[in-house]
């Protein structure tokens, strides 16, 4: 199976900063790679695609990059309810694999 | 509007075999373009990919829950089902079903998930 690390596991931050998460696959997935965000007691929710893609109506504050191996999410002046877990997951092979998460907190 | 729906037991016992079902809406299994995923998250941890099944029935598994899992659709009905044996209090979390499609490969509408404890 593919292994994705996520760094750092978690990362305080202030309401107009940005901020960079970085995920890194143990094998090359192209450019198969998502990014998710997850509130406390809410389903996940698919904010980038294909590394770079916005998912349609997210805000463009939120950007992705990377091929290969190494990933970026970038969340460029962070507002108040982007406080939440993120999670990288490839789907370039099955099983998909998920990172182990970023928490982002104030 | 597309959804998904997860149902099952809420409390099993250890050994016991869980059977968890996804009804969708708003879109149909039969849709090439489509599939659905099983993911499953225990408490304060990380998110697990347990399963996928596809428009032509091709399926995956997660490599180290591989013989505990199996995953089948019924068009028909707009439901997809998944059963785990011999479960074990590890097993406590919450479940989701999430659509899958080609033209994002990612997972684009989740359900709002299951929770399963699992305790004699």
Redesign the interface.
């Known amino acids: 199976?593919v292994q994705m690390t996520q760094s750092p596991s978690s990362l305080s931050a202030s309401v107009g900063d940005s901020v960079t998460i970085t995920c890194r696959a143990s094998q090359s997935i192209s450019r198969?790679l998502?990014w998710?965000q997850?509130k406390p007691g809410k389903?996940?929710?698919?904010l980038i695609?294909?590394a770079s893609?916005l998912?349609s109506g997210v805000p463009s504050r939120f950007s992705g990059s990377g091929s290969g191996t190494d990933f970026t999410l970038t969340i460029s002046s962070l507002q108040p309810e982007d406080f939440a877990t993120y999670?990288c997951?490839q789907?370039y092979s099955?099983?998909?694999?998920?990172?182990?998460?970023t928490k982002l907190e104030i | 509007q597309v959804t998904l729906k997860e149902s099952g037991p809420v409390l099993v016992k250890p050994t016991e075999t869980l059977t968890l079902t996804c009804t969708v809406s708003g879109f149909s299994l039969s849709n090439v373009r489509m599939g659905v995923s099983w993911i499953r998250q225990p408490p304060g941890k990380a998110l697990e990919c347990l399963a996928q099944i596809f428009s032509n029935d091709e399926k995956s598994y997660s490599t180290s829950l591989n013989s505990r899992l199996s995953i089948s659709k019924d068009t028909s009905k707009s439901q997809v089902v998944l059963t785990m044996t011999n479960m074990d209090p590890v097993d406590t979390g919450t479940y989701y079903c999430a659509r899958f499609t080609i033209l994002s490969y990612g997972l684009d509408v989740w359900g709002q998930g299951t929770t399963v404890t699992v305790s004699s």
């Open positions: 199976d198969y998502n998710y997850q389903a996940p929710k698919l695609y294909a893609s998912q999670y997951q789907s099955s099983p998909n694999t998920f990172g182990q998460g």
